[in-house]
């Protein structure tokens, strides 16, 4: 008679444990990248500094104004110059990957985390988490200082619920960016070319629908990238945009097929 031992089956709490076990060190890889990527932080300093500044001269124009001027939206002139920084962002998600490439330094990382869908997870969670609270902390800031320069004429309009979702909105738009631009890296693996295609992927759809007309166009325009960020931000919808939570299920579309397309390049190609 034979004794067949069969070892019993993992469960998949044992699985999860283990995958979250072995990937605990690539992301403290990562992240010890970009924490000490000097350049990195200072050109987010600057970004956020200029995006700050716009939007306390903003403020101080709305504030100086010799007639209460109505209809304003207060919170949006708070945040008036945070685009810079979304853009800056941006262009760091791009860094994070191609900066690997140029610097020589993919080889020896690919050797040390050959399951190349890990890394990619690692980078993109690490970048996400940076980017959200880069985000949220530039967001409060020009917040705080808008509300210190309008003065009790903003109060209602900065301490509502409305405006914690749109602020949240804001700081998830800074995660799009940073995410949108690290698919395009992914793709491209060089700087200039990631930096060209994350410019186009924002910038070129909005002038190819303008060959449409009449409503084609409406419908088409505002599930664009930029759109959908412009919804996600106001908090309500306006007339022919997206509500908050389309915007963000468009935008997440769009960053899903630029991180697949990206995961497949990053496993099919050599470094």
């Known amino acids: 008679m034979t004794l067949t031992i069969t070892e019993p089956t993992p469960s998949w709490r044992s699985r999860l444990l283990a995958s ?47 007639h209460p001027v109505t209809g304003v939206d207060y919170f949006g002139a708070s945040l008036f110059g945070l685009s810079v920084a979304q853009f800056a962002i941006a262009a760091g998600g791009v860094l994070i990957i191609t900066a690997e490439y140029s610097g020589g330094t993919m080889p020896p990382t690919l050797i040390a985390t050959p399951q190349r869908v890990r890394l990619l997870i690692a980078k993109i969670g690490v970048l996400a988490a940076v980017a959200w609270a880069y985000g949220l902390l530039i967001s409060a800031l020009a917040v705080g200082i808008g509300l210190a320069i309008l003065g009790p004429r903003a109060h209602a309009a900065l301490f509502s619920a409305l405006a914690v979702r749109r602020l949240l909105g804001a700081s998830g738009l800074f995660v799009a960016m940073a995410l949108i631009g690290f698919g395009c890296g992914t ?43 412009d919804a996600l931000v106001q908090g309500s919808s306006s007339t022919g945009a997206l509500s908050p939570l389309a915007a963000l299920g468009a935008l997440a579309a769009e ?4 991180l697949v397309a990206g995961a497949m390049v990053l496993s099919r190609r050599d470094a």
């Open 20 to 66: 979250a076990g072995q990937l605990a060190p690539v992301l403290h890889s990562e992240w010890h990248k970009l924490r000490t990527t000097r350049s990195a932080w200072w050109t987010a300093g600057l970004a956020a500094f200029i995006s700050v500044l716009l939007g306390i001269l903003r403020c101080s124009s709305i504030a100086s104004a010799a």
């Open 187 to 229: 793709i491209v693996r060089r700087s200039a070319g990631g930096l060209i295609a994350t410019a186009a992927v924002l910038m070129v759809p909005s002038l190819a629908v303008q060959v449409l007309t009449g409503a084609a166009r409406q419908d088409v325009i505002r599930y664009l990238p930029l759109r959908a960020a």
């Open 255 to 258: 960053i899903a097929v630029l």
